[in-house]
């Protein structure tokens, strides 16, 4: 069985949150008070959000066990997968320590593997106080366990960004190659990830970096055959030094969250993060001592629901209707259509295999239309996505010879047979379209 299988969630596409309910203690200068997160009621949130899977939250086994335990049976009376963080492990413990002290938590169904570090860099490619060789040796055991994943995050691609201490080797494509296929070789990951947030500072119509990203992911991917996740941003304005500032415009929309995520899928991710899925509290801080919880977060700081809840919520819809199928393909190509689709996808051609042509119905709509080409058994995939975040556009998609068609999308499913068929797409939304031409 391959690796994408075998990191479904109970036969589903992966869908996960990256930082999640944890205990901690925290009252803002007015007053305001850090919520107890460990409650049926943030669970109940998370799984109706349709998140099956939980990557990272604060609390770490070594320092407060009760707060990961009780994580540990929430996430199991919800059906939610999770990662532990228990800094106790660590490399050059040999295999039947890793494996005893894990069993004071791995009972639990929920658990479903280690978080092993978020962001490491190397002697290639980004920050150093946290090394990647530091976790060849714990990655390697972990990921030698059945059912167990070891996970690492690692930094994203940013051609046009100058690094810490103005280190422009993070300008370099090469170099971050090398960290990847380091990653990759000495680690035995089971998957790959990294967190490219598009909308900090560009859009979709300067998204180029951001496709250069998931082509990079995509051929380690499938060089290694392990899927590639890809983190989605849930707000913006990150907070890390955790000081008073401003409110800018909130960003980005629903409809470039739901884009952010058809492209992923399209250019071949097998499993979608959201980040972060709860805001972390230091992320709201604002002047004399206001909070703003509007600024990201699935579920605000404040427990609520945020501002993104129901567009994640849609989104993930998409995700259970077309992600059991995304999981057993292989993409081959991308089908770029339209101005700014061409602009930003340059490798990509206008046709590929059995798909002859796309016509708008607007030509003249900049923003066209992206489609990944993938390999299914003996069958073609394409899935298809509307560049264009404010307007609905409509497609037809004109084939070599009549196959029966599939259509798949959380709004549709329908099957017709022909040499072509037409879709109407809301801003940002996919659809799956699965061919059967021996017929």
Known sequence: MRQKSMLSIDGHMPIIGFYGPHECDYTSPKGWKLPNYLTDECYQLIRESGINLISYCENDYAKNPGAVIRSLELAEKYGIGMYVTDSGLASGMDTEAIVKRMQEYSHFKSFRGIKVCDEPGSASYGDQSRRLPDYYDLMQKLNAMNGINGYINLYAFHPNWIGLGNNTIWLDRDHFEVYVDEYCSNCSPKMLSEDYYIFDEHSVETSKAYFENLEIMNLYAQKYDIPYWVHIQVGGQWNDAAKAVETVKYYPTSAEVQWNVNTSLACGAKGIQYFPMIQPYFFAFAPDGEMDFDRNGMIRADGKKGQ???????????????????????????????????????????????????????????????????????????????????????FTIELEKACVIQMISSEIQETIQGTRCEMSLKPGSGVLVILNCNV
Do not use: R, T
């Open 308 to 394: 993104w809840y129901g567009c994640v919520q849609s989104i993930n819809k998409q995700i259970y209707a077309v992600g059991s199928y995304l999981l057993q393909m292989d993409l081959k190509h991308m089908v770029a259509k339209g101005y700014y689709a061409a602009l930003n996808l340059p490798k990509a051609s206008e046709n590929y295999g059995a798909l002859k042509n796309i016509i708008l119905a607007d030509p003249d709509n900049l923003y066209g239309v992206i489609v990944g080409c993938f390999s299914y058994g003996e069958q073609e995939a394409y899935y298809v996505v509307n560049n264009d975040v404010k307007y609905s556009q409509s």
